[in-house]
């Protein structure tokens, strides 16, 4: 009945587009709460920023504490993820 992906987690910068499109099943599944989707978005897109800046700063120095605030970033959308997805499940259930 559902689509429902509980297990979402971001490993690397390839699954950030897989990111992207589900905010627009979210959307499309949570029309009610569009606003605080996109707000969501906002936060995710910025932690997203932060990995891409922190990388390039890798890239240039070869520092490893780039590289640990880019792993920073990714633990930070995933835990975005998380508590979005209990909540999506909390209102499906609700729903019952």
Do not use: C, P
């Not at 992207?20 to 959307?27: D, K, M, V």
């Not at 995710?44 to 780039?66: F, G, M, N, P, W």
């Not at 959308?77 to 499906?92: A, P």
Request: glycine share 2%; proline share 0%.
């Amino acid at each position: 009945m559902f689509d429902l992906n509980i297990y979402m987690e971001v490993k690397s910068e390839t699954d950030f587009q897989e990111l992207r499109q589900q905010f627009s099943i979210w959307r499309k599944r949570h029309s009610m709460f569009i606003y605080d989707v996109n707000r969501i978005e906002h936060i995710v897109e910025d932690h997203i920023q932060k990995y891409s800046i922190a990388l390039v700063y890798y890239r240039q120095t070869k520092k490893k504490s780039y590289l640990e605030k880019a792993q920073h970033e990714i633990d930070e959308i995933n835990k975005l993820i998380q508590t979005v997805e209990k909540i999506e499940l909390m209102s499906i259930l609700s729903r019952g």
